[in-house]
């Protein structure tokens, strides 16, 4: 009985990954690179609700992993000859030895001043990934022209890749729920000098969330830019990625498992639907968005899911 | 005695850099200070104000220094009705609402940018601006130095609007105890929507005066948003003379880099320093500043 | 044994100096009040105390150990905790919650053992019924005993009560009394400060005056209330 009940929680989203895992089978190529594109984004959302949801930190930075994720993934597979997956996977080390060295001394800024940092580190980062080749003399990231990563097989590669991230990542925010961990990430985000005057060890636990959102981060960027066999520092490291991820997070409900995946979802849709024509009235539609659900709807469209369900289960029978 | 001119020059740009930093800063910090609103457009209107003075100057033909307070009242007006409409339904909640919907303002403001004047860089030179003084060995362009006095001079005009004028005692009650200030008959929610559209129209002048030596672009608001954090931090979050030497202070980082490492380094240089004030000096060089 | 100790514990705010060289001890078991004027150090004590500041000079010593110094985190899961004045809670999270969040870090229990015993303390501050409602919606004196069951749960050998029964009616004040000679009994040693003697005569011990950041005082609850430094402090030099 004990054991059923702790697995639960994980049912519904096991059947939900399952029937994505068979799609490829009935859908066409367009409809699975849709998808990749929403597996991508859920997971670059969902990874960045883990920090700033839970744990109520706001970080403006988290691009800077995914710059990461890209290029450690794209030199290691051509400096190294490595294959792709083995790459990705230590890009994912790399980021997680990184993402210990600069979350130690950043996490102890509080509030507006951790945002404002993160944003300074990754806009520095960006620098750096131009400057760097010029710099060093060590050819790594190709300056403002990039790197050309060798054509991919074909794109069921990246579904998978993608799926398997985002099903991570939900995996993650679903165990955190009603977990030890989750609730002292609650109880920071609530109140944190509380928390700490209660035991929790802020530092800690912030750095452990940090540490692995970076790991998820790495690996979707480092998937993302094999899939479009083209990587540079000012795409990989740009500021625009990081705003998509918070809208996307904001908009489905900040705090939540499904609010990152409705989200990705919705956007993805609706820039689909706007194509490339639009881009612009896009960004336009979700400043507002932004503005509008900060103002009026805090909770997100997860938010509005919950209260439909409340009062399907308040009503008469 | 070379070494000591480049020196010299380099710091002197630096300076000069800094006047504009200063009054590209103090709108962000007198925000703060007053509402608690952490105004993430504020790059944003530091553009608009570029752009406005661009499209008088090259479309209009409107004098380069007569821009200016057009520049000033158009953008006072946008920080008004902001604050009154939207920014106004923010206060009472935590501060990330308010950087939220000011973020959505800006990504409305920049998109908006581009979508009516494209992403084209876009220079403007002013004739009677377009040379140089020469000081002993060192060369001050005089497009630079207007740019600085003007901005110096809005900063220390933003001082004395605050001390001396009724408007300015209204303005720093209410930032103090804004509920002992509306029992003495000052509405909070207009000394809000004044105050941002003060802070508005003073960036909006920065960009104006950054479009008399530099290229404009809609994407440029981002880097001047970190600029004004690192300058306000620096300076002091919510001290408003703070900026002047915080504005001095990144200016000269940013010359000295340009100078003795790499020209294209400056950004970094400035995006780092940000991060290490905050890490290590989060309440300015002084110590005068406040966060929460 | 000495529970907890103080020693020349000093504490500047710049040219202000809230603390000068206090000296104090809480033997295992017993409940020292700590009493003085507004604005005597009595909070700044309790928060260097539990590590929330740090002393400019002096030190904490908790068993034998030396605490100040280390984070609050640490200090509160080595024995000591302590309410607010103000009390603070976990908003978003419900009553039950807030208490867990202590058991499980402040204690360092598993989430069952401490899942079961937050439901313990609640029922023991008279809360039980208001488990699953959120803590934003308690009343003042419902927060205050909400502090005290967090507090509890975090194991502490050693709470600081900061003022936890201000605003009391007369009856709910002899229900506070009780309740803290139970949780005395349940061998926790209290340091507690009140501005209401009766409270202090009802529970303490021994008492410690502050006034100026200085110990002026210290003794039973008899002793100190006629000791004439006190009186002058309190009252005035007219009544010495």
């Known amino acids: 009985m004990a054991v059923r009940a702790s697995f639960r929680p994980f049912t519904v989203p096991c059947l939900v990954a399952i029937v994505l895992a068979l ?72 980021a997680l030895v990184i993402a210990a060295f600069v979350g130690t001394p950043t996490l102890k800024l509080r509030g507006a001043y951790f945002a404002i940092g993160t944003l300074a580190l990754a806009e520095s980062a960006k620098q750096l990934g131009l400057a760097w080749d010029r ?98 520092a000012n795409e990989a490291f740009n500021a625009a990625i990081t705003f998509q991820m918070v809208v996307m997070a904001l908009l489905g409900g900040l705090g939540t498992t499904l609010g990152p995946i409705l989200g990705a979802a919705f956007l993805t849709l609706v820039s689909e639907v706007l194509g490339t024509r639009f881009v612009y009235h896009y960004l336009i539609a979700i400043g507002a968005i932004v503005v509008g659900i900060s103002l009026f709807l805090p909770g997100g469209l997860a938010g509005i899911v919950r209260q439909v369900r409340a009062r399907r289960l308040a009503a008469p029978s | 005695m070379e070494q000591l001119i480049v020196l010299g020059q380099t710091v002197l740009n630096g300076v000069l850099q800094g006047g504009v930093y200063a009054a590209a800063a103090v709108g962000l910090s007198l925000i703060f200070g007053v509402s608690g609103i952490l105004n993430a457009a504020h790059g944003e209107l530091v553009m608009l104000g570029a752009f406005a003075t661009y499209w008088l100057f090259k479309a209009y033909h409107v004098d380069a220094l007569l821009t200016l307070p057009v520049a000033f009242a158009l953008l006072f007006l946008l920080g008004y009705v902001l604050q009154h409409l939207l920014l106004n339904r923010t206060l009472g909640s935590p501060l990330l609402i308010s950087l939220l919907v000011t973020f959505g303002i800006s990504l409305i403001l920049v998109n908006t940018a581009l979508r009516l004047w494209s ?13 140089s003084l020469m000081v002993g060995p060192f060369i001050l362009p005089l497009s630079r130095l207007a740019a600085a006095g003007a901005g110096v001079g809005m900063v220390a005009g933003l001082c004395w609007i605050l001390q001396r004028t009724e408007v300015g005692r209204m303005i720093r009650a209410t930032a103090q105890d804004w509920e ?48 004004a954090f690192s300058v306000v931090v620096l300076g002091g979050m919510g001290y408003i003379p703070g900026v002047l030497w915080g504005g001095v202070a990144l200016g000269i980082a940013q010359a000295l880099t340009e100078t003795y490492i790499e020209a294209g380094l400056s950004l970094l240089a400035a995006f780092f320093l940000l991060y290490l004030a905050l890490r290590f000096m989060p309440a300015g060089i002084i110590g005068r500043g406040r966060m929460e | 044994m000495t529970l907890l100790e103080c020693h020349s514990v000093t504490k500047a705010f710049g040219a202000l100096v809230a603390l000068h060289g206090v000296n104090l001890r809480l033997e295992a078991g017993e409940v020292l009040g700590v009493i003085g004027p507004n604005g005597a150090g009595k909070s700044t004590l309790f928060n260097i105390i539990a590590g929330l500041e740090a002393p400019t000079a002096g030190t904490v010593h908790y068993r034998d150990r030396i605490v100040s110094g280390l984070r609050a985190h640490e200090v509160c899961r080595l024995g000591i905790a302590k309410t607010f004045q103000i009390p603070q809670l976990f908003a978003g999270l419900s009553v039950l919650e807030n208490v867990l969040v202590a058991g499980l870090y402040g204690k360092g229990a598993g989430l069952r053992r401490a899942r079961n015993e937050a439901e313990e303390w609640l029922d023991f501050v008279g809360l039980a019924a208001k488990g699953a409602v959120p803590a934003a919606n308690l009343s003042v004196s419902e927060r205050r005993r909400l502090d005290l069951a967090r507090v509890l749960a975090t194991g502490a050998g050693a709470i600081l009560l900061d003022e936890n029964m201000a605003g009391l009616t007369a009856g709910e004040m002899e229900a506070a009394v009780a309740l803290l000679q139970a949780v005395r009994r349940r061998g926790v040693s209290l340091m507690v400060i009140e501005h209401i003697m009766r409270m202090i005569v009802g529970v303490a011990d021994r008492v410690l005056v502050l006034n100026y950041g200085e110990v002026i005082a210290e003794g039973t609850p008899q002793q100190v209330m006629h000791d004439p430094a006190v009186i002058k402090a309190y009252l005035g030099e007219a009544y010495a």
């Open chain 1, 135 to 232: 710099l060093t003399g060590i050819p790594l990231t190709g300056g403002s022209a990039g790197l050309s990563l060798p054509l991919s097989a074909g794109y069921l590669l990246f579904y998978y890749v993608m799926l398997a991230v985002m099903v991570l990542v939900t995996g993650t925010a679903v165990a955190l729920g009603r977990s030890r961990f989750g609730y002292g990430l609650r109880a920071i985000r609530e109140n944190d000098r509380l928390a700490e005057a209660s035991g929790v060890d802020l530092l800690a636990l912030k750095l452990r969330v940090y540490m692995l959102s970076a790991v998820f981060i790495a690996w979707t960027g480092g998937t993302a830019g094999y899939w479009l066999s083209y990587i540079n």
């Open chain 2, 180 to 227: 002992m200030a509306s029992l003495m008959g000052v509405n909070p929610r207009n000394i809000y929507a004044l105050t941002f559209g003060l802070g508005s129209g003073i960036s909006g002048v920065a960009g104006s005066l950054v479009a008399f030596y530099a290229p404009v672009e809609p994407n440029m608001g981002l880097t001047y948003t970190l600029f």
């Open chain 2, 119 to 131: 992403a084209d860089y876009r220079m403007m030179t002013v004739p009677y601006l377009d040379r």
């Open chain 1, 23 to 94: 799609l490829p089978a009935a859908a066409g190529p367009y409809t699975l690179r849709l998808a990749t594109t929403v597996f991508m984004w859920a997971a670059l959302a969902g990874s960045w609700n883990l920090l700033a949801g839970y744990a109520g930190a706001v970080d403006l930075g988290p691009v800077v992993y995914y710059g990461i994720g890209a290029f450690a993934t794209a030199v290691l597979m051509m400096k190294a000859h490595l294959p792709f997956l083995v790459s990705l996977v230590l890009a994912g080390a790399i």
